[in-house]
């Protein structure tokens, strides 16, 4: 975990809840680098082996029980084994699971769920991860626009494709910010913007005018520290896109749950095109690419003389038992759901922002709607430049207690809520946070 240094005590408290844990994984290893089959994130000094999952809890192979506030890489917004889901599953699986022909009714019913919701939807075509999604998205712009190059928030993650991961310096401690085995040329088609700095986004936009095909940014920049947009931004991004017809992409993979929406409902922004992902599949792998009908039409052969100008493939695209699983996680995804996940996620933000001010700590909370980040810094952390100067050291240390006391989550700092995370379970959760504080010998008595 780099330069961190972890209360030993807590280490040890955690080696001994999670013996059976580290035994596994340190077998799984055998067969797979990290022993992580397909996920993301790390934890300290292992991760915890999970044996199940109900509602909003965990189980571990050691019998230990956690709240999610992980939800299986920000997945699952109804939970462990929500009902509703696993029916329309099951019931998909005696009927087709993978046809490879036009999924006439579940297709249609989850791009009509999408359109209805999205302002910026007006036609849909599905993928499987969020990576997938923005590739289209990308090559969309630059068949659309005639151009090549891509502006992108400065720590901006948007998968793991060579141009996306190229210069995402968050993610790696390395001056070297092309990744080894990636195309060193990718990172010629990327341009870097300031985030949360519209005068200087506008700026470098239109220095490169001319060569820039869209402007792709999360409304939250996730993977930096649920980092908000300020709605300025989000506006100015919008008002130069358009004098510049330049596309602007809003990669809503993981913001979708912040509004009934998406996070472009909640700023009242509407981009050209919008990827999306990660939720919208009910826990199975589902993601997308929607927009302007003229320009997702440049993946329709009818309307180009029967050849397609934009040429994209997705085998697993289509599945019915994904489709059935995302339809029925939309159709209760309602927009009091999404009210009540924005009241608890601001209760929660409020709360550790309140403890900052409680024991005079640069302890503050970002995000928004089921989105929190939290960070321990003089400068409130906006963009990658003050995440730099965020005491990671006394995140990861607050996290690891707060596995030890049986919370689920990402070990960056980063917690999600879920439809099914109620207001008992928040208590307990703010309660721990707050002793987790004391535990660490972080705090002593209230500020005056």
């Known amino acids: 975990m780099g330069n961190i240094v972890f209360n030993e005590e807590q280490v040890q408290i955690y080696r001994e809840r999670t013996r059976r844990s580290a035994e596994l994984w340190s077998k799984t290893k055998e067969l797979i680098p990290t022993g992580h089959a397909g996920g993301m994130g790390a934890f300290y000094p292992h991760p915890i082996v999970v044996e199940s999952g109900k509602g909003c809890w965990l189980w571990d192979v050691d019998g230990n029980r956690y709240l999610d506030l992980r939800l299986g890489d920000w997945v699952l917004i109804h939970g462990h084994s929500d009902e509703d889901i696993r029916q ?21 019913r989850m791009s009509e769920l999408l359109v209805e919701r999205m302002p910026s939807v007006e036609k849909v075509r599905f993928f499987v991860s969020g990576t997938d999604a923005n590739i289209c998205a990308l090559r969309l712009a630059r068949a659309f626009t005639g151009r090549s190059l891509v502006a992108r928030s400065t720590g901006g993650y948007h998968g793991t494709s060579d141009e996306l991961i190229a210069g995402v310096s968050v993610l790696r401690d390395r001056e070297d910010l092309v990744p080894r085995g990636a195309l060193r040329q990718s990172k010629d088609q990327i341009v870097e913007i300031p985030y949360n700095d519209a005068d200087g986004a506008e700026m470098v936009i239109r220095k490169h005018a001319r060569d820039l095909a869209a402007v792709l940014i999360e409304p939250v920049m996730t993977a930096a520290g649920m980092l908000e947009s300020s709605r300025e931004y989000l ?33 009242g922004v509407t981009p050209d095109l919008t990827t999306l992902g990660k939720t919208i599949g009910g826990g199975l792998p589902v993601s997308a690419v ?33 489709l059935a699983a995302g339809i029925a996680c939309l159709e209760k995804l309602t927009p009091a759901a999404h009210e009540e996940m924005n009241r608890k996620g601001e209760r929660i933000r409020s709360f ?97």
């Open 352 to 448: 550790i922002d309140g403890l900052g001010r409680k024991y005079g700590i640069p302890l503050h909370a970002t995000g928004i709607g089921n989105l929190i980040g939290v960070h321990w810094s003089e400068d409130r952390v906006v963009d990658e430049p003050t995440l730099r100067r965020d005491d990671r050291e006394k995140i990861q240390n607050i996290n690891l207690v707060l596995d030890n006391e049986g919370y689920y989550q990402t070990f960056t700092g980063l917690f999600l809520l879920s439809t099914v995370i109620g207001d008992q379970e928040i208590d307990g959760f703010l309660y721990a946070f707050e002793r987790a504080l004391h535990t660490l010998g972080y705090v002593g008595e209230p500020a005056v």
């Open 235 to 267: 506006q100015r991004l919008r008002a130069v896109t358009k004098e510049l017809d330049i596309l602007l992409i809003f990669d809503e993979v993981v913001t979708f749950p912040v509004a009934y929406g998406g996070a472009q409902a909640h700023y």
């Open 290 to 322: 929607g927009g302007r009908r003229d320009i997702m039409d440049l993946l329709e052969p009818a309307a180009h003389n029967g050849v397609a100008p934009v040429w994209v493939m997705s085998t697993f695209g289509g599945n019915s038992a994904s």
């Open 88 to 108: 329309a599953v099951y019931e998909q699986m005696g009927k087709a699971v993978q046809v490879g022909a036009p999924e006439w009714n579940l297709g249609y």
